[in-house]
């Protein structure tokens, strides 16, 4: 009975309406909506006419408006995004799945595994954007960090929750210092994002 209750009270607040824009324009990565209703940060299933590509749905995300225009900026190609195809809001932003049970996964910029194996179960879903953490709460660093890499440890030591630079020019080795610091360090474990990075540099890290 409880359960039929708490089922009763969800029921009216539920959205049986499914709302759609249609793209009419797109200017470089910039896609642009006539709708759907839509807040800033809210990810968007853009739905392809023709069967090219080996996913039927684009997910962009709301990033501005001019006047009833909806901007959007996709997360992965646009080759396949015509005029009129249909626009759905999800009403949130993006999430992902995060959990213990990831380690040891590659995953792509969604949260979904390259290998296309299926996620395992137990992980929790949190949305990837989040308020910083107050400054003055966090606890000053005062433990070193050894990374394996004699010049860093000799010369210049890393902190412990330390937040570190590497800038270089193309090709001089940024990628492989990282990949030595990612297999040497003493930490338990490593996240590593790579952000800009061409697929090829992926062997380097690992």
């Not at 015509?82 to 995060?98: Q, Y």
């Not at 049970?101 to 996620?119: C, E, R, Y």
């Amino acid at each position: 009975m409880k359960k039929a209750n708490e089922l009763l009270n969800v029921i009216p607040k539920l959205n049986s309406h499914r709302k759609f824009g249609r793209v009419v324009q797109v200017i470089g990565l910039m896609i642009e909506s006539q709708g759907p209703e839509s807040s800033i940060g809210d990810v968007c299933r853009i739905h392809l006419k023709n069967g090219r590509k080996e996913s039927s749905v684009v997910f962009a995300e709301v990033v501005g408006f001019r006047e009833e225009i909806v901007i959007l900026m996709p997360y992965t190609n646009i080759m396949d995004i015509s005029s009129g195809c249909l626009v759905e809001s999800t009403g949130k932003p993006l999430e992902v799945k995060v959990g213990m049970n990831l380690i040891g996964k590659v995953l792509d910029a969604m949260g979904n595994p390259i290998d296309n194996s299926a996620l395992p179960k137990g992980l929790s879903t949190i949305r990837t954007e989040q308020e910083p953490p107050n400054v003055m709460t966090r606890k000053p660093i005062s433990e070193k960090l050894a990374v394996g890499v004699k010049a860093i440890d000799g010369m210049l030591a890393v902190g412990n929750g330390q937040r570190v630079g590497i800038f270089a020019g193309s090709g001089v080795g940024k990628s492989t210092l990282l990949g030595m610091i990612a297999r040497n360090t003493t930490a338990d474990l490593n996240v590593i994002a790579l952000i800009g990075e061409r697929g090829r540099e992926s062997p380097r890290i690992h």
